[in-house]
């Protein structure tokens, strides 16, 4: 980055934004299908639970 002024974190959080708006705007496009929606899916989250006692559900993404 520019005159080295954000650390190797912050790139790395800008990749992940970028992969998850990626896969965020397939996700809504309405002339995707649904395969391929899924396919960008499980391609960013590992796994979903459903806390059922808060009422939310957790995502675990795959980092790398």
């Known amino acids: ?3 080295g002024s954000r650390g ?3 790139v790395y959080k800008r990749q992940v934004l970028n992969r998850v708006r990626t896969v965020y705007d397939i996700i809504k496009d309405d002339t995707v299908d649904y395969e391929t929606k899924g396919f960008f899916m ?7 639970v459903y ?3 808060n009422g ?3 995502f675990t993404l795959y980092i790398s």
């Open 51 to 53: 806390d059922k006692k």
């Open 42 to 48: 499980r391609s960013l989250v590992e796994d979903i």
């Open 56 to 58: 939310k559900m957790i």
């Open 1 to 3: 980055d520019v005159l």
């Open 8 to 10: 190797l974190g912050d």
